[in-house]
């Protein structure tokens, strides 16, 4: 308990040690906009009650689960990778079960999910709809969101022995709680206690199967880099292969990509309609987002020796823009044939807009990639388990508020006159900030080449 207390302790002076005043003004923004939320979700179910909707309580009650269950999952990945916690060393002589116990209590601990749990208990006080099963359920269903990210940190981050007993005991605890919620899903809203203790048992299994898991993940994964004496093959795919890092933060990012737009093409052919157009925020998976995001906010954070290379060959912002988008160039184009197939296979029907708000994109994004790594570098340190941001936040929520810009023409045709307009903002920012680059260079190079 005092290893527990003392990791939590730690993790709390860690978030507030730098930036105090902005990220405690977070923090009450986040508390603010949980109470919004919570009364939101309340004054919803009233009118579910009241019939004034077309679902019912329990309806709202499992969409109001399965939203807190994606948001908890997707809040690890998106719009950038959070490492798992790793506070103990494994050299330490902590016993395994005390350093899993540690390291899952103290994840929790967090800005993000603090804000969430004010949430829901705002939401049992605030709404009559809502009861102590209810607030337990949803609490479960947390916990078990929290567990599959985990799980899923664990595949990316670290090696796995696939033939040790662990990892099979893993899969057997895993296939159990499969098999419970396939019978009684937890997202669904209970009304007895006896369903409240089949969930319990069905956390349970899938807790013991993370623990297992863990056991059998035995080290973590090393950068590797691999030469090839091969000219034929391009330096934007060598950038991209040779360096680890920001090749498993891209290909996890258009794997969660080919994963929405999966489930997408999934519903659309059983049902024949678009979950896209169901919940307009899905539709940034469909633009290139999410590679800038993980990483082309900060190209020169993760490629710094590129850059130091172009300014002392030239020190033109000419190459300086050639050489940002060479590392670009291969994950921007597997990237658009994922949209492509998805256009071609499964949605004929805006292949119009998906095409023209892709280039698009592409041609506002670029530009605030290039101005972001230059206004606002992170020096890329401590491989994928540190806890350091890889790109700016502030510089990700704008490529979101630009590119959700771009979804105008989905109100009406019209409104593509916008295009124009937020490309040549964007251009014009970026000619701007290259042109002061002589004020930047000495930033950058504080930034990326600072000792310790």
């Known amino acids: 308990m005092d290893l527990i207390l003392y990791s939590c302790k730690a993790r709390l002076h860690s978030y507030f040690r730098q930036k105090k005043i902005q990220r405690v003004l977070l923090l009450a923004l986040g508390i603010v906009l949980s109470g919004f939320y919570a009364w939101l979700f309340s004054y919803l179910l009233q009118q579910a009650q009241e019939g004034s909707l077309n679902m019912s309580v329990d309806q709202m009650l499992g969409y109001t ?110 296939g159990a709680f499969i098999a419970l919620e396939a019978r009684a899903p937890m997202f669904e809203p209970i ?16 807790l013991t199967s993370n623990y297992f898991l863990e056991q059998a993940a035995f080290e973590p994964k090393r950068r590797t880099v691999n030469y090839s004496s091969n000219a034929r093959r391009s330096l934007g795919w060598r950038l991209f292969k040779n360096h680890k890092m920001a090749k498993q933060l891209l290909l996890f990012g258009l794997g969660f990509k080919v994963l929405m737009l999966g489930i997408d093409a999934t519903v659309y052919s059983i049902k024949g309609i678009h979950m896209l157009d169901k919940n307009a925020s899905l539709w940034l998976f469909v633009g290139p987002l999410v590679i800038y995001t993980y990483v082309f906010n900060n190209v020169w954070g993760f490629y710094k020796n590129l ?107 019209l409104l593509y006159l916008a295009y124009p307009v937020v490309i040549a903002l964007t251009l014009f920012a970026m000619v701007a900030v290259l042109r002061e680059y002589k004020q930047y260079k000495y930033k950058l190079f504080e930034t990326l080449y600072k000792t310790e």
Do not use: C
Request: glycine share 4%; proline share 5%; no cysteine.
């Open 65 to 174: 689960n399965l939203l807190l269950l994606a948001f908890t999952i997707l809040r690890g990945f998106f719009p950038a990778y959070i490492p798992k916690a790793d506070f103990i060393n494994r050299i330490y002589p902590v016993k395994p079960l005390m350093r899993f116990w540690t390291e899952l209590v103290v994840e929790l601990v967090s800005p993000f999910y603090f804000v969430l749990l004010n949430f829901l208990l705002l939401l049992s006080i605030i709404s009559p709809d809502y009861t102590f099963l209810h607030l337990v359920q949803s609490f479960l269903v947390f916990l078990t969101a929290h567990i599959t990210r985990r799980s899923f940190q664990i595949f990316v981050e670290r090696r796995i022995n696939w033939r040790s007993s662990v990892f099979w005991a893993a899969v057997v605890m895993a």
């Open 191 to 206: 009304s007895t206690v006896i369903m409240l203790v089949v969930h319990l048992a069905s956390l349970g299994f899938f």
């Open 307 to 413: 850059w130091l290379t172009t300014e002392r060959a030239t020190g033109n912002y000419k190459e300086f823009l050639k050489a940002s988008l060479l590392p670009l160039r291969m994950p921007l184009l597997i990237d658009a044939a994922i949209v492509v197939l998805y256009v071609a296979l499964f949605n004929h029907e805006q292949a119009t807009f998906i095409l023209l708000m892709y280039s698009a994109a592409v041609l506002v994004l670029t530009p605030i990639g290039i101005i972001a790594s230059f206004t606002s570098p992170k020096m890329v340190k401590g491989g994928i388990l540190s806890f350091s941001a890889k790109t700016s936040y502030l510089y990700s929520f704008i490529s979101i508020l630009l590119l959700g810009l771009l979804f105008l023409p989905l109100l009406h045709p």
